[in-house]
C-alpha cells in the first residue's frame, strides 16, 4: 500500500513538473496598418514564429506561420 502510494505521489510531482515546465507559448498581437492582415508573434524554443491572418474580401482567411529569427544552438 505504502508503494503504491509513493507511486502515485511520484507520478503526481512529476505531472505538476511538467505542466509547470511546458506551457503553451502564447501568440502575441503586432499592429499593422492593414485592415486585412492581423499579425501574431511568439517564441517557440529558441525560434520567433510569425502568424499572419490574411481575410479576403469574400470573407475568406488565410493563416500562415513562418519561422523568423533563430536564436543561438
Do not use: Y
Not at 508573434?41 to 525560434?47: F, L, N, W
Amino acid at each position: 500500500m505504502k508503494c503504491l502510494l509513493s507511486v502515485l505521489a511520484g507520478m503526481l510531482i512529476l505531472a505538476f513538473f511538467l505542466f509547470w515546465k511546458v506551457q503553451p507559448p502564447v501568440w502575441i498581437h503586432v499592429e499593422t496598418n492593414s485592415r486585412q492582415v492581423q499579425q501574431s508573434v511568439r517564441m517557440a524554443g529558441t525560434t520567433l514564429q510569425v502568424k499572419q491572418i490574411i481575410k479576403r474580401d469574400a470573407g475568406e482567411e488565410t493563416v500562415v506561420i513562418s519561422n523568423g529569427i533563430s536564436g543561438p544552438k
